[in-house]
T-cell receptor, first 113, second 113 residues
């Protein structure tokens, strides 16, 4: 089955700096890669996703890049703000298989003032 | 938030007792999922459903069973709870018409003593 590895497990940045979280996946047939943000005590919520026919997608301060050849994808957050502090999860799936997601183990991002 | 509720939200039970968690949706989405979340493991799929009475196993299904007799309800049963099943359980729903996004419920914190 699919295996997703996520790094780093914790990340501390100063407000205004950029943050990058990286994930690798094992199943070359995976073609859907979402990123979820989970605040303390809350449910995970989708912040951005990318499909394998696209190399990069951007939404305001958040961007995701995908390298299918290397089987890795990354989340980029620019101009970080304290409200970006949360745990971020990457995931991968084959669209067409009930969208069964395999998640990474999460990155705890702390944005300090 | 999508119309997803989980009940109970918190439960403490003893080893060996049966436990049933309920997920209820008002979105009429076809797909429903049960995940467990544990520190260091991210979210792991337990079981999922692709329609009424249509279910299948995820990566950590041992010790769990599910049922879906109506579109809106997906039940997760621990036949004989063990301490290793202490976790936070999330239900999620999705519909593939426009996106593969999964919407998560608020979670159930289960403690098995």
């Amino acid at each position: 089955g699919e295996n997703v590895e996520q790094h780093p497990s914790t990340l501390s940045v100063q407000e205004g700096d950029s943050a990058v979280i990286k994930c690798t996946y094992s199943d070359s047939a995976s073609n859907y890669f979402p990123w979820y943000k989970q605040e303390l005590g809350k449910r995970p919520q989708l912040i951005i996703d990318i499909r394998s026919n696209v190399g990069e997608k951007k939404d305001q301060r958040i961007a995701v890049t995908l390298n299918k050849t290397a089987k890795h994808f990354s989340l980029h957050i620019t101009e970080t703000q304290p409200e970006d502090s949360a745990v971020y999860f990457c995931a991968a799936s084959r669209a067409g298989t009930a969208s069964k997601l395999t998640f990474g183990t999460g990155t705890r991002l702390q944005v300090t003032l | 938030d999508a119309g997803i509720t989980q009940s109970p939200r918190h439960k403490v039970t003893e080893t060996g007792t049966p436990v049933t968690l309920r997920c209820h949706q008002t979105e009429n989405h076809r797909y429903m999922y049960w995940y467990r979340q544990d520190p260091g493991h991210g979210l792991r799929l337990i079981h999922y459903s692709y329609g009424v009475k249509d279910t299948d196993k995820g990566e950590v299904s041992d010790g769990y069973s599910v049922s879906r007799s109506k579109t809106e309800d997906f039940l997760l049963t621990l036949e004989s709870a063990t301490s290793s099943q202490t976790s936070v359980y999330f239900c999620a729903i999705s519909e593939w018409t426009n996106s593969y996004e999964q919407y998560f419920g608020p979670g159930t914190r289960l403690t098995v003593t």
